[in-house]
């Protein structure tokens, strides 16, 4: 049988269980990433392993989130993310490098190679012929210590991609389509594999658009062949040595199969405040802009880079608009400034930031009150670009700079004249933003400043579970939701008391008063309850005020990871219907539920309130269920677990 790019990979990494859909697997994990929002949580836990070296081919700690430096936390967690580093063999990326995806896609991306990162964008890569995926902090560092990652053997659908895209429409609108197609659900429990005659059309950086925005499915990863385009890639980036060429057999099998013809998408965008809520740009009846971003981890490669250049050249920004760019690397930006596109982009009136995530995570350019934003990114929750009641709206770098220039909502075919953008056929390669880790580990000491606090750890899993439900929320709450970014409250991610304080901040502002009143408690949710990040914290921080069970109509997967891996028992309604029995404030009861999960049998949750019994399931492998009954993977791993 011919084995789709998904098989291949997967099966040259099996560790353990069978490849067939649904069943749980455990991989090697060949290279890791970290960044510096999640990497001080990752390093303190891989410290805690005890081991003298990271066990992968190659692991790279990035700083590019949590790049403003208002006070001294930030700049402490840079300090002891770089010391870490040397200690154990990770290479760092320095602040200004650039973005985690986009320089490890440049820099250290190989075909066919599993690379697990503490960010969900990390699918980035699969642009190059990798299986990415994103996860929590915790199970990077355990991959980093050389342990497995376990995984549902995901079931493969192939995008079937013919024709090629028109002048104003993008890989963006590719992934804006299948969003369209799929929505925010759609990715859950799948790989996106890319395939048929209109790959070739697409370049590297192109493919990492759209393998970047299928986090936003949901999707276990996104990823591309291997072919001619990505030797091309590589050779300009001096690493042609790791090319190799991967693509599906003939006669691979998907579960489905959605065609795309490139050469039939129009511009679109995302509307707020949701990445599936798309709609075609000309459909957009007249709105005004009151800002525009062109950047992160999606869009910030040279083309995006050029592009915007081409098309703000001899042009002014609109008066109302205030419009940042923002380069993706060092490398980027240092081929821009080369080549003079710098030039035209500073000569338009906008403003260019480091290379960083920037305003992609609220990270400054908070837009005005109820201000309209424009951005070229990946994420459109509620509040994340730091404003509250701000609408933003994701479209192509194209689809920005109409914007930038008209001051409205605007169709970039409007703009008549293409410019075409001709890439160097080679560019600067200098590396000084990376640092290796030293020969002499033993010399380094590592530096941690009061910003960090310790890790808390939770307890063995009581017998019976009882308590309040603090909280019921409807369907798709997002991590930005649960734990909130942005300038203010990222400096708080090493230091989990702290950071608790926040915990449903913005959606509900007496939630953490209610849990520490009620001693912790449980959430009830809807259906995809934890879609977007990965960030931990939005697991360990609930658990540090006493969050002890979740219960969903379904969770998003990286969460339900997370939940599981702090000791968070996390269930699903028997009969999604069963969501209307139970209230916020309704007291709930699971007697003998850490045997219960133990033996496997049927769960019943007890609403004490209402004085219904509610049936409920757990997908938990018994790993998993262990974890859980110990507190979490840490508690799991010191007694002997694996
Ligand atoms: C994001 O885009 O939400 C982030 C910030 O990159 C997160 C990681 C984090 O919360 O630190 C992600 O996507 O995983
Ligand atoms: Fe950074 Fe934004 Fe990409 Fe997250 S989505 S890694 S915040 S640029």
Known sequence: MGLNITQKIISAHLIDGRMEEGEDIAIRIDQTLTQDATGTMAYLQFEALGLKKVKTDLSVSYIDHNMLQSGFENADDHRYLQSVAAKYGVHFSRPGNGICHQVHLERFGVPGKTLLGSDSHTPTSGGIGMMAMGAGGLDVAVAMG????????????????????????TAKDVILEVLRVLTVKGGLGRVVEYGGPGVKSLSVPQRATIT??????GATTSIFPSDEKTKEFMKLQKRAKNWSPLEADEGAKYSKVIKIDLSKL??????????????KVKSIKRTKVDQVCVGS????????LMITAALLKGKKIHPDVSCTITPGSKQVFEAIAANGALTDIISSGARILESGCGPCIGMGQAPSSGAV???SFNRNFPGRSGTKDAQVYLASPETCVAAALTG???????????????????????DAGIIPPTDNPTKVTVLRGPNIAPLPINKGMSSTLEGEVLLKTGDNITTDHIMPAGAKVLPLRSNIPKIAEYVYFQHDPGFVTRAKEKNGGFIVGGENYGQGSSREHAALAPMYLGL???????FARIHL??????????????NPDDYDKIDQGDILKLPMVSDIIATGADLTVKNITKGVDIPVTYSLTPRQVSIVRAGGLLNYTRGGGR
């Open 548 to 554: 002890k069970m979740v219960l969903t109509k379904s």
């Open 266 to 279: 129009e511009p679109l965008l995302a509307k707020p405040h949701s990445p599936d809520s798309i709609s």
């Open 212 to 217: 970047n925005m299928g986090a936003e499915l």
């Open 561 to 574: 990871a997370n939940l599981i891996n702090f000791g968070i028992l996390p269930l699903n309604f028997a």
């Open 373 to 375: 934003s424009v951005r």
């Open 408 to 430: 409205y909502i605007t169709d970039p075919r409007e703009l008549k004249k293409f410019p075409r953008v001709v890439l160097p056929k080679s560019i600067k390669i200098d």
């Open 297 to 304: 981890c999606t869009n910030s490669s040279l083309y995006d």
């Open 146 to 169: 050389g342990g497995a990652f376990y995984l549902k053997m995901p079931e493969v659908v192939k995008i079937q991609l013919t024709g090629k895209l028109q002048n104003f429409v």
